[in-house]
């Protein structure tokens, strides 16, 4: 088992910029590909950024590409999300999610998920 908390979501407003954190314990973290999910109101949740055991050649979604930047610290069991240019759009509640092997960009493929913290973008 992996358990995963998320934190330092909250209200920002228009360009503005906000680091999400996800806390792992449970298993060796370095094991695990890692993956920040987002869903809106009324919309399906969508992938943000993923990153390898490894943390290297991570992948983006495009609405957020040059704008978020997902890295990890191994040593800490921590993966990072740092969002700037935030926009209206952006806002949702911010999943990270955990696998074990190669990176995916599909939820249902990874097996560990956080609560979830929330991030709002006023305009």
């Known amino acids: 088992q992996v358990q995963l908390v998320e934190s330092g979501g909250g209200l920002v407003q228009t360009g503005g910029s906000l680091r999400l954190s996800c806390a792992a314990s449970?298993?060796?973290?370095?094991?695990?590909?890692m993956g920040w999910f987002r869903q809106a109101p009324g919309k399906e949740r969508e992938v943000v950024a993923a990153?390898?055991?490894?943390?290297?050649?991570?992948y983006y979604a495009n609405s957020v590409k040059g704008r978020f930047t997902i890295s990890r610290d191994n040593a800490k069991n921590t993966v990072y999300l740092q969002m700037n240019s935030l926009k209206p759009e952006d806002t949702a509640d911010y999943y990270c999610?955990?696998?074990?092997?190669?990176?995916?960009?599909?939820?249902?493929?990874?097996?560990?998920w956080g609560q979830g913290t929330q991030v709002t973008v006023s305009s």
């Open positions: 990153i390898r055991w490894s943390g290297g050649s991570p």
């Open positions: 449970g298993r060796t973290f370095s094991d695990y590909a």
């Open positions: 999610a955990a696998r074990r092997g190669v990176i995916a960009v599909v939820d249902s493929l990874y097996e560990y």
